[in-house]
């Protein structure tokens, strides 16, 4: 038995983390759910987007699935996905970005695990108003998060057999910075000399990751590029729809789909749950359910190769209660 924390989310949260839960529960593993709720709606409740209740279930259980949750542009609240990793040290964020059988995509063969430091950099969110016509924002980057990011990624790769670790940075023009993120990943990476290391420049990483993301196999980055970098490659393998998404620290893991929240379909039963359901595969391999995680895994390959019974954005006509229930017959079937 697990105690999980389920954060909901807003938009399409709910119906997609439902479909999640249904899918995990198909597999046979028992989990106890302290649903919890951050963002919009818990605003609205209580007047504050990440109450603590929602950080101390996550620190009793040391783990969470998370819907997603709406985050305001250029004013309101604090990103919650921010403050979620400030608060619980979730320094690294690990998104693997694989080619899905029978997924159109702009490259089938992409295979690219991104580990992105998730706590500095200028989504520290130190800014200040000069004047009415200047704003100053701060890029904070230390030598522990760089040390503890870059680590993270060699061991990742050792663990799992891949091959190399690019880093990618831009001290080619911020020389203090990320001259100091470089700085670090190199004397990280002298640590594991069995492992291919080597370093781009983020402008041509881009590039290069558009024109031949075969070169690439794990990439360690800031925060600011990694995010953006996510983003590119999820659209390189067919969208965010179907990119999981995980939040680790020392302590404490997040696991969630990384796309927003959709309002504008929320409730009408077709969004696609691919996302967190490929999410909570990844934090049952975290808890030690990896017979559970595999089965899941291969469904999913599955229902996408077969092609019959997908959501609107993947080509389908199916709604989102429809592919949890194919996703639950192919799992017991493969029982």
Known sequence: MHNITLIVGDGIGKEITKSAMAVIDSTGVKIVYDIMVAGEEALLKCGNPLPDDVINSIKKNKVALKGPVTTQIGKGFKSVNVGLRQKLDLYANIRPVKSMPGVKAINDNVDIVIFRENTEDLYAGIEEVVDEDEVHAIKVITRKASRDIARAAFEYVKKNNRKKVTAIHK?????????????????????????????????????????????????????????????????????????????????????????????????????????????????????????AADLIQNAVFKLLDDGKVLTPDLGGTSNTDELTAELCNIINTFK
């Not at 490659?233 to 729809?241: K, S």
């Not at 990119?243 to 796309?259: K, T």
């Open 171 to 291: 001290a080619n023009i911020m020389k203090l910075s990320d001259g100091l993120f470089i700085e670090e990943v190199r004397n990280v990476s002298k640590d594991y000399t069995d492992i291919k290391y080597d370093e781009m420049i983020v402008d041509n990483a881009c590039m290069k990751l558009v024109q031949n993301p075969e070169m690439f196999d794990c990439i360690v980055t800031e925060n600011l590029y990694g995010d953006i970098i996510s983003d590119l490659c999820a659209g390189l393998v067919g969208g965010l729809g179907i990119v999981p998404g995980m939040n680790i620290g020392d302590e404490y893991a997040v696991f969630e789909a990384v796309h927003g929240s959709a309002p504008d379909i929320a409730g009408k039963n077709i969004a696609n749950p691919i996302a967190i359901i490929l999410s909570s595969v990844e934090m049952l391999k975290y808890i030690g359910e990896t017979d």
